[in-house]
């Protein structure tokens, strides 16, 4: 869905010159964040492991889709992460033609992880540029990742352990 918006032609270089900026920074401490917690993964990878915890059980199709990846991209990307057994493959009882894909509880872990990795650093950047936070800016980027198809962690999809799981869910 594509809303057409009248932007002002003079903020709009500046704007997105920022978030070029702002995108170059946080896929750092992206990198750095999975890096520190597992460095045999690489930022596609998990990124395929954030779109199964965000969006739930998915087809390898589904999940090409969100990456923006050819399929065969995508199966081959999650053939690895079922051998880290972060993901699993599993058929529905109701459709067994269907192969779904969720993340086992190490995929769990380590999405957490990460993201409380990110968390702490990121606090540490906001907690250095305290001044310059106007009121506007975090409703703005929640918009902006909105806009971009991200859905907010706290609407996640859940999930429940499986029965081989080595562990509950923790939410």
Not at 29 to 42: F, K, M, N, Q, Y
Request: positive net charge; glycine residues 4%; proline residues 6%.
């Amino acid at each position: 869905m594509h809303n057409e918006r009248r932007v002002d032609p003079v903020a709009a270089p500046e704007a997105v010159e920022a978030l070029l900026a702002a995108s170059r920074a946080l896929v750092g401490i992206a990198a750095r964040s999975l890096a520190e917690t597992d460095p045999d993964v690489t930022l596609p990878q998990y990124r395929a492991l954030v779109v199964l915890a965000a969006r739930g059980p998915q087809r390898v199709a589904e999940v090409a889709a969100e990456l923006q990846v050819a399929t065969s991209t995508a199966t081959r990307m999650c053939d690895r992460l079922v051998r880290k057994n972060l993901i699993r493959r599993s058929r529905p009882s109701s459709d067994r033609r269907v192969v779904r894909l969720t993340l086992t509880a190490a995929g769990r872990r380590l999405v957490h992880q990460v993201t409380e990795q990110r968390r702490v650093q990121l606090a540490a950047i906001v907690a250095e540029t305290t001044g310059i936070w106007h009121p506007a800016v975090a409703p703005a980027l929640r918009a902006f990742a909105a806009a971009a198809g991200e859905i907010p962690e706290h609407e996640w999809w859940l999930g429940f352990p499986s029965a081989d799981d080595d562990e509950p869910r923790s939410a």
